[in-house]
T-cell receptor, first 113, second 116 residues
Framework: GESVGLHLPTLSVQEGDNSIINCAYS??????FIWYKQESGKGPQFIID?????DKRQGQRVTVLLNKTVKHLSLQIAATQPGDSAVYFC????????????FGQGTELSVKP | DAGVIQSPRHEVTEMGQEVTLRCKPI?????LFWYRQTMMRGLELLIY????????DSGMPEDRFSAKMPNASFSNLKIQPSEPRDSAVYFC??????????????FGQGTRLTVV
């Protein structure tokens, strides 16, 4: 069996604080990005997306920032709630490679009440 | 629509046995994806189909793995023979297609496979 596991980066925040989750992507040809949330025992679910021609997009309590210069994405969650505790993934779609999404490593967010 | 449906939810099998995982995508979605999730490797894309045709199977780990999509409403992933290192959660996902939000993949609940 596996003797060493991959330890997900973990972010621990107090309920009510803002959370910032970061993601680096590698392919400069990526033109569309999605943040997914995965709760325990479930499949990943869509949170918010952004196209490469934008640098910011806002949703309800969530904001995604895209910096193409350094190939970096961030997800900001305002007023974090216990229900936000989950693993968060960024995913990229590479232009001209069809509809496939490549997922990042993931960050585990833990919200303390 | 009920979303992407996978079966079984859990599978425990002995090393050397054949394992078949099943997926029903969302009706009308042209793309179907098989992902594997482990602590070691995260969420890996194994193979994906467009209009029932395999497009990219470069993520399939070895010849023991095969996937088919005989029609628009069904796909299966087979492992024969299975090995303990195949233990993982296998997700099926589907999407409308390419271009912006069409790329959003909708995931099933996953099949947790344990090979002993």
């Amino acid at each position: 069996g596996e003797s060493v596991g991959l330890h997900l980066p973990t972010l621990s925040v107090q309920e009510g604080d803002n959370s910032i989750i970061n993601c680096a992507y590698s392919n400069s040809a990526s033109d569309y990005f999605i943040w997914y949330k995965q709760e325990s025992g479930k499949g990943p679910q869509f949170i918010i997306d952004i196209r490469s021609n934008m640098d910011k997009r806002q949703g309800q309590r969530v904001t995604v920032l895209l910096n193409k210069t350094v190939k970096h994405l961030s997800l900001q969650i305002a007023a974090t709630q216990p229900g936000d505790s989950a693993v968060y993934f960024c995913a990229e779609n590479i232009y001209n490679q069809g509809g496939k999404l490549i997922f990042g490593q993931g960050t585990e967010l833990s919200v303390k009440p | 629509d009920a979303g992407v449906i996978q079966s079984p939810r859990h599978e425990v099998t002995e090393m050397g046995q054949e394992v078949t995982l099943r997926c029903k995508p969302i009706s009308g979605h042209d793309y179907l994806f098989w992902y594997r999730q482990t602590m070691m490797r995260g969420l890996e894309l194994l193979i994906y189909f467009n209009n029932n045709v395999p497009i990219d199977d470069s993520g399939m780990p070895e010849d023991r793995f095969s996937a088919k999509m005989p029609n628009a409403s069904f796909s299966n992933l087979k492992i024969q023979p299975s090995e303990p290192r195949d233990s993982a959660v296998y997700f099926c996902a589907s999407s409308l297609g390419t271009g912006g939000r069409n790329t959003e993949a909708f995931f099933g609940q996953g099949t947790r496979l344990t090979v002993v």
